[in-house]
């Protein structure tokens, strides 16, 4: 469960990102975050991953509170997420396959176990043919799926995606929205910041609205 | 426990991968590490070769008495009679003049110019051990026997082993100071070596840190590293040093051979390089640690 509480986030140079932001989003929810640019959607998935602090109000990420956690408890915070962020931050300098090796590296697998699920993960996302190649040979599109294959790898309760089908036409942005409902599916918390209409338009999942650091929906 | 294992076994693997993909930057630091190194461990084999010629004299300081040419039997035994009394003195023999001459004459050499020596030149004597004694206590010891009538000489034959000795002292203390200096050069070395890398690395450590990776899982392989380099670096001095001595002692033979001696140098012994490599690990660890403190804060994800 993601709950936020009057939550401001104001930026040292003095940007209000965030303005009295209150909403819960239940285990095993689809939610869309939408807004221009500039509305608050990337602050407020950092605010759920920890990578920035609110200002004031309370936000609680599975039962912990991010205002009160230690530095030292992030790391176990985030293991329990899934981040797929705007800039992608692939790792260029290894294969498609340790890229996604990484999450379960950093939790201690063992390499047989770890070499599977990767596997499974690269599977799923369409990109297990391409497992020792380079990600500089990945198309938009392919990045994408390999930031999602990274995401998910480690089965996290909780999937956080920051304008994931951005710059992708509308048949990659529609596969890539099919890889997210089925995490969905199987319970996973999906939270989907994007301002792209074609997945927007399904009106099966809840939208939160942002407009200037306010929620209006 | 196992995951806690493996996490160091990757870590190590990563680190060795490291290793072996910069080559030569890898190579030039421990190389830089071996001969800072080798210095002031060179210096110490030496040291430690020079005080196995003095190191066993010096313990108990030793005297000779040489007796005047006139001494009589009854002199002698009042001389014993009179060592026995005196303290410190741990042993004591008696060597006469007959027998001093037949030593020159098996030891030295010499048979040729003592068979024709008309009368014994040679005086009778006594070799004292002594106990364990300052050098003041020596110095009396050694006044009161000069004081007794049948003594033409007293001679301590551990003066040169002494002075050899607080020589080396000396000696030991310069290789102390030079391997502090030294050591805090490895520090350095490591310290740059791993700031380089945390830099190279800022995009892995980046994402590392936003998918879950604990501060102890991003330091392991830079303390690793430095850990290597520091064995790596000792390694290499040890190597220059064992080359050293081998060229040394080759050089050495013919010397020794001209004097009919067999002196050698010997290599570090197993306790010195055993200590020579924890101790260079650690302090490739240190230099890691402080680096990595000092950098890794600056890298928080944006």
Known sequence: MISFKSVYKRYPDGYEALKNVAFTIHPGELVFVSGHSGAGKSTMLKLIAAIERPTSGHVMVSDQNINALKKNAIPFLRHSLGLIFQDQKILYDRTIFANVMLPLQIRGFQKKTAAGRVRAALDKVGLLEKENAYPITLSGGEKQRLCIARAVVHRPSILIADEPTANLDVDYAQSIMEVFRSFHQVGVTVVIATHDTTLLNDTRYRTLLLNQGKLTV | ?302
Request: hydrophobic fraction near 50%; glycine fraction near 4%; avoid cysteine.
């Open chain 2, 1 to 302: 426990m196992s995951m806690w294992l493996s996490q160091h076994w990757q870590a190590l693997n990563q680190t060795l991968r490291q290793l072996v993909n910069t080559p030569l930057s890898s190579l030039l630091s421990i190389i830089v590490i071996g001969i800072a190194f080798s210095l002031p461990l060179g210096i110490y084999t030496l040291l430690g070769n020079l005080q196995t010629i003095s190191g066993d004299v010096t313990d108990t300081p030793q005297l000779s008495l040489f007796l005047k040419l006139s001494t009589t039997q009854e002199g002698i035994e009042n001389i014993n009679s009179r060592l026995e009394k005196l303290s410190y003195i741990a042993s004591f023999q008696f060597i006469s003049k007959e027998i001093a001459l037949q030593q020159l004459q098996q030891e030295g050499g010499l048979t040729e110019v003592v068979n024709n020596l008309i009368r014994n030149p040679l005086p009778d004597a006594f070799i004292i051990n002594l106990q364990q004694v300052t050098p003041d206590e020596l110095e009396n010891i050694r006044a009161t026997i000069k004081e007794w009538s049948e003594i033409e000489h007293v001679q301590v034959d551990t003066d040169w082993a002494r002075r050899l000795d607080a020589f080396l002292r000396l000696g030991q203390l310069a290789v102390l100071m030079l391997a502090v200096l030294l050591s805090l050069a490895l520090v350095i070395v490591v310290f740059n070596t791993i700031r380089l890398q945390i830099l190279t690395k800022r995009d892995e450590i980046e994402v590392s840190k936003l998918i879950g990776a604990t501060d102890s899982f991003i330091r392991r392989p830079f303390l690793y590293f430095g850990a290597i380099q520091g064995v790596a670096g000792a390694a290499a001095a040890w190597l220059l040093i064992a080359l050293g001595i081998q060229a040394i002692n080759e050089s050495l033979i013919e010397l020794a051979q001209l004097y009919a001696t067999d002196f050698h140098l010997n290599h570090l012994s197993l306790q010195d390089s055993l200590s020579l490599f924890i101790f260079s690990a650690l302090l490739g660890w240190l230099g890691a640690r402080l680096s990595v403190a000092q950098h890794l804060s600056q890298i928080e994800p944006e």
